[in-house]
C-alpha cells in the first residue's frame, strides 16, 4: 500500500514516517518535496504515486508569527489541505488530518467533546479549523485527529525548551493558569499506525469523522515544566534547575502574540472505544520518553 506522508521533519511526521516505512512504502513529504503552498507539485506527486491514504501532519505551526502573516498561514494550513481533501475524494481514498485543540475557545468548564462548538481564537487556531471545515465539505473519507500539547526529544517544543532552561538556568518563570494534556508525538504516531491498519483490514465508514486524540490526565504548564526536570533527575541529567525553583506566573504576566486557551482538555474516550486505543496517563507516557524506551 502506497502512503502519502506530509511533513516528516516535524514531530509528529518523524516518529510516524519510522513506524509506517517498514510496513507500508511510504512517501516522505517535506516542505521541498511536497510543500502545501504548490498545488502544481502535490498534484504531480499525487498523481505519479496513487496513495491509498494521506496522512497529513504538516502544517504552519507557528502559532506567535502566524498573527503577523495569516495569509501565508491561510495558504498552507487552508488551501493546501482543502487540495488533500478534494484529491482524496476524487480517489476514494482516506484523508488522515492533524488538528488541535486551539479550535476551542478554552472557555469551557470540563474536556471537550468532539460536538462541542469551536471558537477559535487565534489566526493558527482559525486556520486548523477552516482546514476541518474543507475536509468535511469535501466528502471525503477523513478521520481528523485534534491533539494537544505535543512534545517529543525531537526539535523545539515544551519538553526540549525546558530540558534547556533547567540545564543554563537556576529558576525561570512558567504560567499556570492553562490546563491541559501533554501528548507525545510517539503516542500520536503509534495511534495512527494503529487506526490505519483498522482502516485497512476493513473499509469501514462509520469510523470516519473527529476524534480527540491525546494522552489522559489534566496538568498546567508549570506542573508540567517541574515533573520534566523531576524525570531528568530521575534519569540522571545533570541540571542547574531544581522543580522547586520554578516560579508559577500568570498567563496575564507573559505576553504573547496569540492568546491560548485557558482550558484545552480533550475528552479522549470516543477515540478510544471507536479504535481499541489506550491513551496512558500523561505522566506515564513522559517518564517513558524521558527514560528513551518508548
Ligand atoms: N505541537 C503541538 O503542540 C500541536 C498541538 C495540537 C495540534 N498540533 C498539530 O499536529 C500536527 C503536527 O504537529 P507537530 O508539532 O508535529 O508540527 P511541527 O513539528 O511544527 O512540524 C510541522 C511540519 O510541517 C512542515 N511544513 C510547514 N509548512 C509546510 C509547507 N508549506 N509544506 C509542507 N510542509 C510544511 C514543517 O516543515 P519544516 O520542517 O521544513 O519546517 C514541519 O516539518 C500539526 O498539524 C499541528 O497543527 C500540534
Redesign the pocket.
Known sequence: MNILL?????????YLNKKLSPFYNVFE????S?????IDQMESVIDELSPSLII???????VDKAEKEPDLVF???VV?TKFLAEKSEKLGIPLI??????VFDGLKKGAYTEIDKANPQSV?GKS?YDAETAIQESNSKHIIL???????LR?K??LTTILDLAKNKESFDIVFDQIGSP?S?IF?ANTIVDITKKLEQIEKNNLYGIYHLTCSGVTNWFEFAKTIILYAQEEGISLKSKPENINPIKTADFTTLASRPENSILNNHKLAKTFEIHCPEWQNELKLIMSDKP
Request: proline fraction near 2%; charge should be positive.
Open positions: 506530509t511533513g516528516i521533519n516535524g514531530q509528529v511526521g518523524y513529504g517535506t516542505r521541498d511536497f510543500d502545501l503552498t504548490n497529513n501532519p504538516a502544517a504552519y505551526t507557528y495558504k498552507t494550513n493546501g488530518q492533524l488538528s488541535t485543540d486551539y493558527y486548523k485534534r491533539t494537544s500539547w505535543v512534545y517529543s526539535g517544543n515544551f501528548t508525538a500520536i
